[in-house]
T-cell receptor
Framework: GENVEQHPSTLSVQEGDSAVIKCTYS??????FPWYKQELGKRPQLIID?????GEKKDQRIAVTLNKTAKHFSLHITETQPEDSAVYFC????????????FGTGTRLTIIP | ETGVTQSPTHLIKTRGQQVTLRCSSQ?????VSWYQQALGQGPQFIFQ???????GRGNFPPRFSGLQFPNYSSELNVNALELDDSALYLC???????????????FGEGSRLTVL
């Protein structure tokens, strides 16, 4: 089955700086890669996703890059703000919108004011 | 539009007992997936229901079972509870379109189960 590894497990950045979280996956058939944000005691919420036919996708301060050859994808957050503090999870699955996601272990991001 | 709701929010059971967790899917959604999230870990896929039929299962033993009802709400049942079953159980709904699933996965707030 699919295995998703995520690094780092914790990340602290100064407000206004950029944050990068990296994930690798094992199943070459995976072609859908969403990122979820989970605030303390809250539900995971989709923040951005990418399909394998695209190398990069951007939504305001958030971007995701995908390298299918190396089987890794990354989340980039620019101009970080205190409200970006949360746990971020990457995930992978074989089909877009397929809910059988394999999640990474999460990155706790702390934005230092 | 109502979101995904789960009940109960918290519960405590003892080893060997049985538990039923409930989920109401978001309005218009016909697919429900269940995930187990242990403390400090990412969610792990348990199983998925599409139009009342199980549509895929993760690496969980048979004592984890589920149901989906005609109104697309769902139940997760766990028999013979073990200490390691302590976790946050997340339900997520989405709109599946035949064999090609599409649409964002919407999670509920979860049911936190503690097994003593």
């Amino acid at each position: 089955g699919e295995n998703v590894e995520q690094h780092p497990s914790t990340l602290s950045v100064q407000e206004g700086d950029s944050a990068v979280i990296k994930c690798t996956y094992s199943d070459s058939a995976s072609n859908y890669f969403p990122w979820y944000k989970q605030e303390l005691g809250k539900r995971p919420q989709l923040i951005i996703d990418i399909r394998s036919n695209v190398g990069e996708k951007k939504d305001q301060r958030i971007a995701v890059t995908l390298n299918k050859t190396a089987k890794h994808f990354s989340l980039h957050i620019t101009e970080t703000q205190p409200e970006d503090s949360a746990v971020y999870f990457c995930a992978a699955s074989r089909d877009f919108g397929n809910e059988k996601l394999t999640f990474g272990t999460g990155t706790r991001l702390t934005i230092i004011p | 539009e109502t979101g995904v709701t789960q009940s109960p929010t918290h519960l405590i059971k003892t080893r060997g007992q049985q538990v039923t967790l409930r989920c109401s899917s978001q309005s218009g959604h016909n697919t429900v997936s269940w995930y187990q999230q242990a403390l400090g870990q990412g969610p792990q896929f348990i199983f998925q229901y599409y139009r009342e039929e199980e549509n895929g299962r993760g690496n969980f033993p048979p004592r984890f079972s589920g149901l989906q009802f005609p109104n697309y709400s769902s139940e997760l049942n766990v028999n013979a509870l073990e200490l390691d079953d302590s976790a946050l159980y997340l339900c997520a709904s989405s709109l599946g379109q035949g064999s090609v699933f599409a649409g964002e996965l919407f999670f509920g707030e979860g049911s936190r189960l503690t097994v003593l």
